[in-house]
């Protein structure tokens, strides 16, 4: 079963635009990850943060989580076309397997 | 430092007919993780390995589906007797675990095995 859903299934902005998923999932985690997936390919992490953190920053991405909520969002500021892709939220409970949401498509277009 | 390799990347079968594919984890990794993924849909987990060990597989099919991690040599996924529902992208991934003192559960996945069954 999936550990995570996300919210939107798919995003179309313009490029320049900001793009914001969200996800929410149900048990307690060690930490949560996103993930990138083009389409094709294998996923790539972009960026990690633990349950006793609120927010977290890596370039044009900003993740936040509430763990009140079983929720955490991730904002891409100012995309770009290459931004284009499927971005998956997957939490980790400290002992066990690594657990994915199903994901939101984004597209940017030039 | 060569990333996670799986191959075949591409597997066509018939109907009843045995799939093996195989993942070789980076190098220093003694975790490899195994998800399934229809189009257009997310990761579904099927087993989590460490060195000779299955650790979780409440994701995989009670029946037909088998996964092993030697001391030695690659992950192999092995699946007898394929049926079209068998048809997906089989993705590996693969952690360090405790190596540096702490298990972030990070993922570094390969390229993934795409399946058909005909």
Known sequence: ?110 | NAGVMQNPRHLVRRRGQEARLRCSPMKGHSHVYWYRQLPEEGLKFMVYLQKENIIDESGMPKERFSAEFPKEGPSILRIQQVVRGDSAAYFCASSPGLAGGENTGELFFGEGSRLTVL
């Not at chain 1, 149900?26 to 997936?37: G, H």
């Not at chain 1, 609120?54 to 936040?64: A, D, I, P, Y």
Request: aromatic fraction near 8%.
């Open chain 1, 1 to 110: 079963s999936q550990q995570g859903e996300e919210d939107p299934q798919a995003l179309s902005i313009q490029e320049g635009e900001n793009a914001t998923m969200n996800c929410s999932y149900k048990t307690s985690i060690n930490n949560l990850q996103w993930y990138r997936q083009n389409s094709g390919r294998g996923l790539v992490h972009l960026i990690l943060i633990r349950s006793n953190e609120r927010e977290k920053h890596s370039g044009r991405l900003r993740v936040t989580l509430d763990t009140s909520k079983k929720s955490s969002s991730l904002l891409i500021t100012a995309s770009r076309a290459a931004d284009t892709a499927s971005y998956f939220c997957a939490t980790f409970g400290g002992y066990q397997k690594v657990t994915f949401g199903t994901g939101t498509k984004l597209q940017v277009i030039p």
